[in-house]
């Protein structure tokens, strides 16, 4: 009988339940252009639900659990529309234009608000200018221990009154892709400060065996988190002892200890999937052009194993959303301790070359330098405040590879490199009219021999090669270029955009063991 009266409940709440709509269907939102663009929602079981778009209507019918989703067909571009969708009552979402969708992703770099940068009144500007054709989404911060599939969240025209919470970088993004297409651009910001990569990750793509030590990590921070615990007082006592030992450690010649973090218990934001769970799963099915991606900071102090995490990210999300979409991201920017050796000992070039690996691995997967973006006179800045340029250099390289025009988007980048007596000659891609930035010699490039030991190298340019010598290095075997956290490097290109730094040997660097959370 007990089961009787559940089975009962069950079919009745799929029977009562109403017409609904996914959080992301509101009024003002942007579909893709080009594109049928998919929804999804409740009704009642078996329910018929209709919809009208503009002049094309359609049906779809939901399932045993009322649970539906449809696609709305491909609409022509340059007009506003109203979708109407009915079943036993009527939504109406209103204002709906076509346009260029972007998901704006990552951690506290790429959540930065436009408030908080340097360029507050050039934004506003901008603002006026883009007059109502830059929309946005916020997805609003949510940890779920099991994947949630609606999201509490709407859509709003950027104007003068909300332009302060929006992502400084994504603004810009939008605001530039705007006026070069001259179409709406929507961003979906999904972003949350001090976030690792495997958080923003599905169950499925953290099965391989790589990852069991970040799973017994979590097994035993979890064993160990207790009822009672304050976290405020833990993490202020860790504050406090911070300076002290990575002063001990410079001093040791020793790695630094990274920036402690809060205690983690089980619904802690970098506990596995528990971002995607809570905030990207419900978006995951919702048309988009592609993705800008800011993060890395917090994975830099595992950065040899942010090799596959950054790769397996993007595999993930990809799959989830069911298309090959563009995947854009930030090159970690400069940070911490000025570049006083040829090589420093320094996590953030390996976590740079993660990034790197990963845009060569990947088709339609590509990053932008911002290494001299920092804040000269604050360089242990983790938020550098000028995000005009990094949105300006992620859209010009969105422009370049996605909408085909002609617009510079990178510095300087090696393509091979061959010894040659006692040189090494490293051929460059993107290098047309390199020079210095500041006209003067070239500096940041290092070069070894086989004791691998790291010297300064005298650089000269020929044409779109690079000729490294060394009287203190009579045959150099490798070469490296800006590896350090603040690299001293001032190489550009006749766009004045930086060199991404490199190595061209395999010698081992920090964060080779370090692959717990």
Same mark, same amino acid.
């Given at each position: 009988? +007990? ?9 009745? *709440? ?59 067909? /491909? ?24 346009? =260029? ?5 990552? *951690? ?26 830059? +929309? ?8 779920? !221990? ?56 599905? &169950?499925?793509?953290?099965? !391989? ?7 017994? #990590? ?59 769970? #809570? ?57 911490? =301790? ?16 993660? *990034? ?51 617009? /510079? ?8 490199? &061959? ?11 993107? /290098? ?29 340019? &020929? ?21 350090? #956290? ?32």
């Amino acid at each position: 009988m +007990r089961c009787l009266i559940i089975s009962l409940l069950i079919v009745t *709440q799929c029977l009562t339940v109403e017409l609904s709509v996914c959080g992301l269907f509101s009024d003002n939102m942007v579909l893709q252009d080009g594109k049928e663009s998919q929804i999804w929602g409740q009704a009642k079981a078996n329910a018929e639900i209709s919809f009208s778009i503009g002049d094309k209507s359609w049906k779809a019918t939901a399932n045993k659990n009322g649970d539906w989703s449809s696609k709305i067909p /491909a609409l022509a571009s340059g007009k506003s529309y109203h979708l109407n969708i009915e079943s036993g009552k009527t939504i109406t979402i209103k204002n709906i234009v076509i346009g =260029e969708v972007w998901i704006a992703g990552g *951690q506290s770099n790429m959540q930065w608000s436009i408030a908080r940068s340097s360029f507050k009144n050039e934004a506003k500007t901008l603002c006026k200018q883009t007059a109502a054709n830059i +929309r946005w989404i916020k997805i609003p911060y949510r940890v779920s !221990r099991k994947p949630l599939s609606d999201v509490n969240a709407q859509w709003s025209i950027v104007d003068e009154g909300n332009l302060d919470g929006m992502s400084a970088v994504a603004f810009n993004y939008a605001a530039h892709l705007q006026q070069r297409l001259g179409k709406p651009v929507g961003i979906i910001q999904c972003c949350i400060g001090g976030t690792v990569a495997e958080s923003w990750m599905s &169950e499925q793509a953290l099965q !391989r065996d790589i990852y069991k030590p970040l799973h017994n #990590g979590w097994k035993k921070l979890i064993e160990e988190w207790y009822p009672g615990i304050d976290p405020k007082k833990v993490y202020a006592e860790k504050c406090k002892q911070w300076p002290i030992e990575q002063k001990k450690a410079l001093a040791a010649g020793k790695e630094p200890p990274p920036w402690p973090s809060m205690p983690k218990g089980p619904d802690h934001k970098n506990r596995l999937n528990a971002l995607y769970n #809570g905030m990207l799963y419900g978006i995951s099915p919702y048309t988009i052009k592609g993705v800008i991606w800011y993060q890395g900071e917090s994975n830099a102090y595992r950065a040899i194993q942010y090799r596959d995490l950054l790769v397996d990210l993007i595999k993930d999300w990809r799959r989830h959303w069911g298309q090959d979409m563009p995947f854009y991201m930030v090159e970690l920017c400069s940070y911490q =301790e000025l570049q006083k050796g040829p090589v420093d000992r320094h996590v953030y070039p390996v976590a740079r070359e993660a *990034q790197m690996l990963a845009a060569k691995q990947l088709e339609h997967c590509d990053l932008i330098s911002c290494i001299d973006l920092y804040d000269k006179n604050n360089p242990k800045d983790i938020h550098p405040k000028n995000k005009r340029d990094v949105g300006k250099r992620l859209a010009d390289l969105a422009l370049n590879q996605q909408y085909q025009l002609a617009v /510079a988007y990178s510095g300087p980048r090696l393509l091979k490199h &061959e010894i040659k007596n006692n040189s090494i000659v490293l051929h460059m891609e993107f /290098a047309e009219n390199m020079h210095a930035v500041d006209n003067g010699a070239i500096k940041g490039f290092a070069i070894a021999g086989t004791d691998k030991k790291w010297h300064w190298a005298e650089a000269q340019i &020929e044409g779109k090669t690079i000729i490294l010598q060394s009287k203190q290095v009579e045959k150099p075997v490798a070469a490296a270029y800006g590896w350090a #956290g603040v690299p001293n490097g001032n190489l550009v290109n006749g766009n004045k955009l930086p060199a991404f730094g490199f190595r061209t040997d395999d010698w081992p660097r920090s964060t080779h063991k370090s692959v717990n959370p």
